[in-house]
């Protein structure tokens, strides 16, 4: 099932199945606990990021190529940073370019997203999937400057301006997606395809992600995880290519959908 989130003409937010037809029929309950779909068709005047993530945990350096283009080791153990909830935007709403802690050097990555559904405290890898609730796009935006260099050492900072992960456009219930590592996953810029690539590539896959981050830690219903990104991102260009008020980016997974945002200066 694809699950959208969703603001109605009356202001009211809500969570919809989105049919094969165009249609979206509301959803009544808990998509961490008990929901169902019901036979009422929802009346949508704007799409919405489809969670709210009560944590964001991100993975660095997890596909093989990626590690290659930024001549980085392997690592031993999944590089592990977090967002903060204000990094959360919307399909078709803007990416917005820091400019009061101003960044010269926006890039893109494309990530899966995962979406756990029930919570997960170490978590054997062979049961692993059975706590996830869905998968969405996702875009990991990233001030490269601030993530590199004036950081202290930590990624965090790169990675937390205001809408530095869009999400969406839905999200694709773990049942129809039975084998997350083996989806195509690309960005495109502008028309012009940046990455394009496998999920298969990844250093860690999803199960062992999540059999690692519930080590005596406990991932909450509505943890989003974003599983790292494949090579062709613009810092590993020759020379090269940072994102720019008035370009377009989509980040497009197979199964799943584009999602896609334009690209702004933030108002001074």
Partial sequence: MKIIRYIDSHGNTGHASQQSSGAALAIEGDLFGDYQVTDRP???????????????VCIGLNYKRHAEETKAAIPQYPVVFMKLPNVIQHPGEPIFLPTHLKSDKVDYECELAVVIGKAAKNVQRGN???????YTCANDVSARDWQKHAGGGQWCRGKTFDTFCPLGPVLVTADEIPNPNHLNIKTILNAQI???WNTDDMIF?????????????????????????????????????????????????????KLTNPVKDEAC
């Avoid at 929802?42 to 964001?56: G, H, M, R």
């Avoid at 692993?128 to 869905?134: P, Q, R, T």
Wanted: net charge negative; no cysteine.
């Fill in 42 to 56: 929802v009346n949508i005047a704007k799409l919405l990021a489809p969670i709210q993530p009560t944590a964001i």
């Fill in 128 to 134: 692993a999937l059975s706590h996830v609730l869905g």
């Fill in 194 to 196: 940046m990455q394009d």
């Fill in 205 to 257: 896959d999803v199960p062992s992600l999540i059999e690692f981050l519930s080590g005596s830690t406990t991932l909450l219903p509505g943890t989003v995880i974003l599983t790292g990104t494949p090579h062709g991102v613009g810092m590993a260009r020759n020379p090269p290519v940072w994102l720019k008020d008035g370009d377009t980016v989509t980040v497009e997974i197979e199964q799943i959908g």
